[in-house]
């Protein structure tokens, strides 16, 4: 069974950068898709970015496109996003997912087989 676990999450100041982790166990992740959503209070769930596990293509929404970078590390079975110039409307609980396969509707969270349990990202004024 896969699972995932997030980290890296704070609170920084608007133009501020973080760093969240996904380390993922439970099986190889050859053919994986694996993305990043983000949930604020009272909105539903916003696709981030995801990587394809195997060739590592990437797909970013236009909202952190420039802004945010996704990456893998195959050794350490973890998945990075790298967040910098940082909005306050970037504040949101960031989840990690994975998909066992790649889809054309990697941006819709029903792609996605499995979730980590969040983490907190607070960007102040």
């Known amino acids: 069974q896969v699972q995932l676990v997030e980290s890296g999450g704070g609170l920084v100041q608007a133009g501020g950068s973080l760093r969240l982790s996904c380390a993922a166990s439970?099986?190889?992740?050859?053919?994986?898709?694996m993305g990043w959503f983000r949930q604020a209070p009272g909105k539903e769930r916003e696709f981030v970015a995801a990587?394809?596990?195997?060739?590592?293509?990437?797909y970013y929404a236009d909202s952190v496109k420039g802004r945010f970078t996704i990456s893998r590390d195959n050794a350490k079975n973890t998945v990075y996003l790298q967040m910098n110039s940082l909005k306050p409307e970037d504040t949101a609980v960031y989840h990690c997912?994975?998909?066992?396969?790649?889809?054309?509707?990697?941006?819709?969270?029903?792609?996605?087989?499995?979730w980590g349990q969040g983490t907190q990202v607070t960007v102040s004024t």
């Open positions: 439970g099986r190889t992740f050859g053919d994986y898709t």
């Open positions: 990587i394809r596990w195997s060739g590592g293509g990437t």
């Open positions: 997912a994975a998909a066992r396969y790649y889809s054309l509707s990697y941006y819709q969270p029903t792609s996605y087989d499995t």
